[in-house]
Every structure is written in structure tokens, then in C-alpha cells.
Nanobody, 123 residues
């Protein structure tokens, strides 16, 4: 499975941004995909997860209510819609794939990773 993330950029606080992650290769009938982020000098942090079969989602408390994960099933694209961005959302955002539909906060539970896309939110 290969993952390609895109959509990062520089925005002002309060703005919105949408990230995309395109999956290619052999997936399975039951899998999940997630978003993580890593701010400078910090460990990688779980953002959210989507169960591909039915689109159910789970979010970390830090983004709940501001970020939304969705997917285009036919195109195998996962999206991260980020609204009301804050400077503390500045990070490299990674998408990840897991051969398990359940969400997990632990990055080691994900089998494949995209290359990351940088989101910078200025105050």
C-alpha cells in the first residue's frame, strides 16, 4: 500500500485547510486510515481515524469539533478538513493505513505511512 498526502500550506489562525491522502495498491475489505501530526520538537500525535467500511470516525480531544475526516470510497482518498486552525496545529501531518478497521492512537499499530505534508498556522 502506498499513501500520498497533499494539501498542506501556510494559513492564518482561524482559517481552514483540507488535506488529502490517496491510497494505492492492495488494500483489504476491512481496514482503517488515520491522521497523525508531528510538531517541531514533539512526538508524533494521533489526530483521528476513519473506518473505511462505514466511514465512522474517531478524533483526539485536541481537534474534536474542528477537524473532520471523510473518505471517497471509490477513489480511495481520505480527507482531513481542518477548520478554525490555531498556531498550535502547526505540524507535519501524516496519513497512515492499518490492516484493522479499529482506531488506535499508537502509531506503531499502523502498517503504512505517507510522506507527510506541512501545515503552518500563523498567529
Amino acid at each position: 500500500v502506498q499513501l500520498q498526502a497533499s494539501g498542506g500550506g501556510l494559513v492564518q489562525a482561524g482559517a481552514s485547510l483540507r488535506l488529502s491522502c490517496t491510497a494505492s495498491g492492495r488494500t483489504s475489505s476491512r481496514y482503517g486510515m488515520g491522521w497523525f501530526r508531528q510538531a517541531p520538537g514533539k512526538e508524533r500525535e494521533f489526530v483521528g481515524h476513519i473506518r473505511w467500511s462505514d466511514g465512522s470516525t474517531y478524533y483526539s480531544d485536541s481537534v474534536k469539533g474542528r477537524f473532520t475526516i471523510s473518505r471517497d470510497n471509490a477513489k480511495k482518498i481520505m480527507y482531513l478538513q481542518m477548520n478554525s486552525l490555531k498556531p498550535e496545529d502547526t505540524a507535519v501531518y501524516y496519513c497512515a493505513f492499518r490492516y484493522d478497521s479499529r482506531w488506535d492512537r499508537t502509531d506503531s499499530e499502523y502498517n503504512y505511512w505517507g510522506q507527510g505534508t506541512l501545515v503552518t498556522v500563523s498567529s
